[in-house]
């Protein structure tokens, strides 16, 4: 089944203890991002990524990182997570990320706590 | 102002009734334009694309209107189960979507 897989799906944790949400895609696509969802504000590009070692900052880069070392997964990391970063985080994917009708596949989100 | 900008309701509407939304959207030169459906804390899908002659799908309509520049969402004979938040997409420059912050319909019986 072609999915988006992201893990894991709630995620508790302390104020500057580094994490990881995982996201793997199997439909062979290129492009592959991170969004943020928070109240009020819709969902907002973290970090975008075109291709394997391609990687770009979206809207609200700053307290995160990610890689593409391989073609399927795309981590999000969390170096020094602060309680602003609580939020309802989605990876997505889409086959070139330039088609004009091309349609985003979501994982099934990770919704992070930082105490 | 927001790039992309929708009243987030919520909308309460009876069961069979028709609804409509608007988007509006400050890129004069956005080429690309979505609606999405999320239902309560998942993952949006794709409900439809939006293009310039306007498209149906079943009892979906969505109109683009370039001069004003505002996207439209139809529904005819509405269900319970399209109940859900609707957000509009558009797409700026080759590579970024910008996402409204959606509009909540809730069907009632």
């Known amino acids: 089944e072609a999915q988006v897989t992201q893990n894991p799906r709630y995620l508790i944790t302390v104020t500057g203890k580094k994490l990881t949400v995982t996201c793997s895609q199997n439909?062979?696509?290129?492009?592959m991002s991170w969004y943020r969802q928070d109240p009020g504000l819709g969902l907002r590009q973290i970090y975008y990524s075109m291709n394997v070692e391609v990687t770009d900052k979206g809207d609200v880069p700053e307290g995160y990182k990610v890689s593409r070392k391989e073609k399927r997964n795309f981590p999000l990391i969390l170096e020094s997570p602060s309680p602003n970063q609580t939020s309802l985080y989605f990876c997505?994917?889409?086959?070139?990320?330039?088609?004009?009708?091309?349609?985003?596949?979501f994982g099934s989100g990770t919704q992070l706590s930082v105490l | 102002r927001k790039e992309v900008e929708q009243d987030p309701g919520p909308f309460n509407v009876p069961e069979g009734a028709t609804v409509a939304f608007n988007c509006t959207y400050s890129?004069?030169?956005?080429?690309?334009f979505f609606w999405y459906r999320q239902d309560c804390r998942k993952e949006p899908k794709l409900l439809m694309s939006?293009?310039?002659s306007g498209n149906e799908d079943g009892r979906f309509t969505a109109q683009l209107n370039r001069a004003s520049q505002y996207i439209s969402l139809l529904i005819r004979d509405s269900k319970l189960s399209d109940s859900a938040t609707y957000l509009c997409?558009?797409?700026?420059?080759?590579?970024?979507?910008?996402f409204g912050q959606g509009t909540r319909l809730t069907i009632n019986p």
């Open positions: 939006v293009y310039s």
């Open positions: 997505a994917s889409s086959l070139s990320g330039r088609g004009t009708g091309e349609k985003l596949f």
């Open positions: 997409v558009v797409k700026k420059g080759a590579q970024k979507l910008v």
């Open positions: 890129n004069s030169a956005s080429q690309s």
């Open positions: 439909m062979n696509h290129e492009y």
